[in-house]
T-cell receptor, first 111, second 114 residues
Framework: DGGITQSPKYLFRKEGQNVTLSCEQN?????MYWYRQDPGQGLRLIYY???????QKGDIAEGYSVSREKKESFPLTVTSAQKNPTAFYLC??????????FGPGTRLTVT | AQSVSQHNHHVILSEAASLELGCNYS??????LFWYVQYPGQHLQLLLK??????LVKGIKGFEAEFIKSKFSFNLRKPSVQWSDTAEYFC????????????FGSGTQLTVLP
């Protein structure tokens, strides 16, 4: 079954801890993206990667880091430097067309 | 910076009413335009898209959108909504040369009353 998986669905962390969110795709897409969704603000781009071993900052990259060692995987680390980490995080991928396909999301709560 | 505006934050309609959700963007160059929908508890999914050609595009579930270049708008319409259309709707813009980055609007929550 082709698609994008994100795990876990819900994640709870204490303030000051780094946390890594998983994103895997089996659509054979070159590009992958991480967005943050907050109520009333839509989706904002954190990082994106157009090819393995390369990634670029999006609009709100501060306090986040990523890696792209494999085509299928694009994990996002929310570091302790992110001031407001509690949010819904969405991963997406895109192929040769212009559409992006989204995963189910991870809801991160930091207390 | 490019921005996408969705002026309606929450729309409440009765079944069979007509729907129009506004979307305006600020970028003046060539753009690709999208509407995404997020049903409760489901993935964000593509509703329809405009790349070029006929400015009136049709999507899934009876939705359509019209690109009006002179107004920088891409409004979403449906002649008769159903209770199952209750969802959050996002307009998104991809400008040419942007490495296929999407800029999203803030979203419109549509509630359809049975």
């Amino acid at each position: 079954d082709g698609g994008i998986t994100q795990s876990p669905k819900y994640l709870f962390r204490k303030e000051g801890q780094n946390v890594t969110l998983s994103c895997e795709q089996n659509l054979n897409h070159d590009a992958m993206y991480w967005y943050r969704q907050d109520p009333g603000q839509g989706l904002r781009l954190i990082y994106y990667s157009q090819i393995v071993n390369d990634f670029q900052k999006g609009d709100i990259a501060e306090g986040y880091s990523v890696s792209r060692e494999k085509k299928e995987s694009f994990p996002l680390t929310v570091t302790s430097a992110q001031k407001n980490p509690t949010a819904f995080y969405l991963c997406a991928s895109g192929g040769s067309g212009y559409e992006q396909y989204f995963g189910p999301g991870t809801r991160l709560t930091v207390t | 910076a490019q921005s996408v505006s969705q002026h309606n934050h929450h729309v409440i309609l009765s079944e069979a009413a007509s729907l129009e959700l506004g979307c305006n963007y600020s970028y003046g160059g060539t753009v690709n335009l999208f509407w995404y929908v997020q049903y409760p508890g489901q993935h964000l999914q593509l509703l329809l898209k405009y790349f070029s050609g006929d400015p009136l595009v049709k999507g899934i579930k009876g939705f359509e959108a019209e690109f009006i270049k002179s107004k920088f708008s891409f409004n979403l319409r449906k002649p008769s909504v159903q209770w199952s259309d209750t969802a959050e709707y996002f307009c998104a813009v991809m400008r040419s040369g942007s490495a296929r980055q999407l800029t999203f609007g803030s979203g419109t929550q549509l509630t359809v009353l049975p």
